[in-house]
DNA sequence: CATGAATGAGAGTTCATTCAT
DNA sequence: CATGAATGAACTCTCATTCAT
């Protein structure tokens, strides 16, 4: 009894996910440069032959988890539902945002990690996802000038450098960041009800 | 006749600022994991055996870069000066840092890079490098105390994550970002004249 | 379909063999420490890079192919048959010895050749080999003091030393050394009917 | 006051042997080709450079080496004295053999590595060394049978295996060898009074 | 769909040797 | 006569990738 084609996508899907896991944990580790494929084979419980059925090669699946990355923290300001409605969700989706940053250090990690890396311009500068910071942008910049700043856009690369800064504090020595007071900070300033 | 100790002394400081000056530059534009001791030497235009006069190994040869950054990093600042004393002189600090930013962006591309990796924690961690943050800290805290403000702690973390941020996000598209908005905004806030 | 777990296993097997036989012809025909993995590869039949899945490094294969020499030169001997039974038996082993360092000149040529260098003095004085000596040792001490010598120890000594000796005459200049003159003086004066 | 032509040849000596020494010492602990060029010149004081000056190549300087162990190997027998005049000129020689191996462990030591190495051949059978060795046969035989001795030459090989399979054991683990067992037992039988 | 033996290019490193000084 | 900076070939070893099974 052969399996259905819907059923072999599910194993695929699996497996695909199972080799992204153990993938990120390594490089989280270690320099991905420095991870060999047979090692993340190993952690994934797979064979290394299995890997290239899954990933082209090496880099697609470095540029794979950049990708992932990106969409899982693009997603966390729930762009798709619109702009920033008022304060209030302004708040919400900071803390969600922050809050990943914390329980997901290891997606982080890699993705600032990855993203310093000059080979991954492309990435970074693919349609898709200059797209998504237009989108973030504009959005911000209508919610920027609800709030009543007078300068938008400064205020948007204020905010932006803040929690890029921090965020990147947070990875490389979470031990001694805090990132509650940047938290807390970006919400006095940007997060006031009118 | 054999050469002069000094001239070997110049010869041997030639020739490393040569390899050191070749290494950054590559760093600069791709992983520095990936960027072989072979592509070094001929980047240097010396012999890939000659590399192992200078530096022990790649692992020593990439520590010293990070150092080297750092000791240059940290000079900007002039801790050695002693404490911020005015306004003024915080002012001409901060302009001082980013106008290294700027025109060293090289510097700032491998030194994020490099300390984005695991492997670099200890370097980061070293004696030498907590003792210069302390100090940096330590006078930070005694400034934003004279400036009046209530949470001088706060507002370090503040500065900090501003200035990480905005360094980081200039070292990977300096194209698209304008160092002076967070710039001016730092002199604005923290910098005022009593 | 994969391979069968017997199939790799056959296929390891004969691979490492290869490996082994290539590697001992080269040796005795050169200083060991000269020989590079590439040329036993190219010798064995197989790539460079396929050394290292059966031997984690040269000094791993060096070692393996001393334990093997001595296992082989030990078992001559048949110390697990018991002491010397009689004087035909002693001859009997004495011949199966000759018989071997004749038929055998690699294998003793590297075992002479791998014991001479200080840094086999571990593998020497491992204490396996160590418990074969004294095996050894006891043994023809009870056979020598069945035989009426006198003196048993001195007798162990003499012998030893004519064994060892003819032997590195033999593998150094096959050619001018006959061996016989060493095997039936040592029959002669040791393998005596009471 | 330029240096004569015999000082030079002087320095030129102390030179040599300074090198000679620093490398024998050095081969004892080490395999001669794992000990460095740079090695032996730091050990002996002088320049890299200089080594060239007296010794061809690496090859050049192992092989003298190896002919002065033999030179200084030989010359113990006196074979320029003449034959074995008597029994007691004969202990004394003996005597004087077992007396070096004690006392010059390091010279048999490297002697014996090297030996045992098939590239060394061509030392072992160049026309100086076989006619030293000739004579030696010649010279044993004729005592032997003066010694009244019916097979000499059986005799001869017979010593010749002893003095060489103890001195093996002797530099292979001397804490463990007592050479005398072997000199006494050659002493007393081939150095008898008539 | 899955395996891991096998490859080969290239990595880091060492070292005998040369030669300008 | 003496130095040691410099070279380049060769070394050990790793690893992304392939492919017979």
Redesign the interface.
Known sequence: MPRTEEQNEKIKNERKQQILNAAMLLF????P??VSIAKIAKEAGV?KGLMYSYYESKEHLQKEIVFQCMDEIMSIFQMDKGAFVDAQDFRERIDRLFDHVQNNITTW?IY??L?????M?EV?MSPKVLEMMEDYQRQLYQYMTNQGFEDPE?EI??M???????S??Y???PEFI?LN??RN?IKDVYGKEN
């Open positions: 989280s580790k270690q320099n440069a420095e064979s990690s600032t990690q993203l310093m890396q000059p080979s311009k970074f400064k690369v204020i932006g450098a803040l929690i890029d800064g921090i990147v504090q990875v490389s020595a805090d007071v940047v900070h």
